[in-house]
């Protein structure tokens, strides 16, 4: 057992004001399970290339284990994956190699096959594998499971379950919960571990949020009380001043003599109180700041003339002449919220563009309503860039409601006047589920809408659906997600 210390650090990237860290002070036990939860933007990513060495900072992090961070990147994917796993680690037993491979459910066959050739979900297993089969390393594990199916999900879970010494950053609440002891949180003001799997955190940060509401409206109170106060001092300072110069107070002349004699110690104290007072009030105000708001979001959904929108009998469906989707039959109606379940490759994000009317192959009846509004979001980020302005013209959003979404869903105004390129992958997202929220629709198609998202953002986006219920359809590999949102599951095979 040892400790990874972290000392007074502080970070900020070059050409930038705000820092990410400061003075930031904390351990970790190098044999715990850690759950990694902060929203986007917040530097979960940034801290585990810290700890790799990857950035100059202020302060001391200093720890006897080697750090390894996932995914590990693969040069030459056309390469055989057991050459793969070698490459990372080559000293171990092959009945340990079988053993992993073993825990993960992975036939040995794939080792034999090139490492391009295995579905995003293997290659994220095997990786796994290659890394836990060095010893003495502490994992840095990022967002493993933006590739795997429900079934990979649970499976992935179960292993690091098995496992300890990693911090892994993951907004999957059902996984985080399969497999992590304690939870480091990235908040507002401040950086935060409990013992604890997820839904522990969330519990302690439901109650602490209520007592900070709570005190907000009293410190409200006590700050209008203040204010008030002040206002009174500041009054009696300029009937002072009036006084002092000779003037008429309230209809009486003064005693000059005896004003001339009392002015400037009156004068003294009630400037001295004015600055206790106005002391007294920043730093109540500053406490208001402590909680993590998650502002509520809008949608309005349009309503469409008929009861159902589209309806599917006996559809095959082919993707480069091969059949994905076989005798599948669907109907959506006003108010459905349906998910579409099933391993990877299996059709789903296929079956939602058909939906979206794109030309793919089918036979089959396909009945969509006429004039049906609809809105996407995509699986895929990789095509923004730009600036949000013009984003927005291009898009014919509203962008004082998009860029308010935005804020709400946890951007600063910092991140306005950035490209769109150089956003994380979870604020592009972000910028997807923004301009599909401006849009009023009879539908709404969400490929995977939740990939990268944070966990707070989340739970706004299943509070927005469930207050506001639109119809829709949608991939996601979200348990949590899609016990609370959906009123139909469909599983494709």
Same mark, same amino acid.
């Given at each position: ?11 900020? %990237? ?27 933007? $917040? ?11 990857? %950035? ?25 994956? +057991?050459? +793969? ?73 179960? %292993? ?19 497999? +992590? ?66 003037? $008429? ?245």
């Amino acid at each position: 057992m040892s400790q990874i210390n972290i000392s007074q650090l502080t970070f900020n %990237y070059e050409n930038s004001y705000h820092k990410i860290f400061e003075d930031v002070s904390f351990t970790i036990d190098s044999n715990w399970k850690l759950g990694f939860i902060g929203r986007n933007g $917040r530097g979960k990513t940034t801290f585990l290339k810290l700890l790799m060495g990857l %950035y100059d900072y202020s302060g001391v992090i200093s720890s006897s284990v080697n750090f390894e961070y996932f995914p590990f990147d693969v040069p030459d994917p056309s390469l055989s994956t +057991i050459f +793969i796993v070698d490459s990372i680690f080559d000293d171990y037993e092959p009945w340990e190699l079988d053993k992993e491979l073993s825990l993960l459910k992975l036939n040995p066959e794939v080792l034999n096959r090139s490492f391009e050739t295995l579905s995003r979900g293997e290659q994220t297993k095997i990786l796994l594998v290659a890394l836990f089969l060095k010893p003495n390393s502490f994992l840095l594990i990022d967002e493993p499971t933006n590739h795997l199916d429900l079934d990979g999900r649970m499976i992935v879970s179960d %292993y690091l379950n098995k496992k300890s010494g990693f911090i892994l950053v993951s907004h999957d609440r059902n996984f985080l919960d399969g497999c +992590i002891d304690h939870v480091l949180s990235i908040n507002k003001t401040d950086i935060d571990i409990q013992k604890g799997n997820y839904s522990s955190w969330a519990f302690n940060k439901q109650r602490q949020d209520q007592f900070e509401l709570n005190q907000h409206k009293k410190l409200k109170q006590e700050i209008g009380h203040l204010k008030t106060a002040a206002k009174r001092t500041e009054n009696w300072s300029q009937a002072i001043e009036k006084s002092k110069k000779g003037q $008429r107070v309230s209809g009486l002349r003064p005693d000059r003599g005896h004003i001339g004699h009392q002015s400037a110690k009156m004068m003294k104290r009630s400037k001295s109180l004015e600055k206790r007072q106005e002391k007294n009030i920043q730093e109540k105000e500053k406490l208001l700041k402590n909680i993590d708001w998650s502002a509520s979001l809008q949608l309005k959904p349009q309503r469409y003339k008929k009861e159902r929108l589209i309806s599917i009998n006996h559809l095959s469906l082919f993707y480069d002449e091969r059949q994905i989707i076989k005798n599948f039959n669907l109907t959506i109606n006003q108010g459905d919220r349906i998910a579409l379940i099933g391993k990877n490759g299996s059709g789903k994000s296929s079956l939602l563009k058909l939906l979206l009317g794109e030309p793919l192959t089918f036979q089959g009846d396909l009945i969509r309503g006429s004039q049906l509004t609809l809105s996407h979001i995509p699986q895929e980020t990789g095509f923004l860039k730009g600036d949000l302005r013009r984003y927005a013209q291009d898009q014919n959003l509203n962008e004082s409601l998009f860029k308010t979404i935005l804020q709400k869903l946890g951007f600063s105004r910092e991140q306005f006047e950035k490209d769109l390129a150089s956003f994380s992958e979870g604020q592009k997202k972000k910028v997807y589920l923004a301009r599909s929220l401006c849009q009023p629709a009879h539908l709404y198609l969400w490929d995977e809408p939740l990939n990268h998202i944070d966990v707070l953002s989340r739970i706004q986006i299943e509070t927005l659906l469930l207050q506001t219920p639109p119809t829709m359809v949608f991939i996601e590999h979200d348990r949590s997600f899609i016990d609370q949102v959906a009123t139909k599951i469909i599983e494709l095979s």
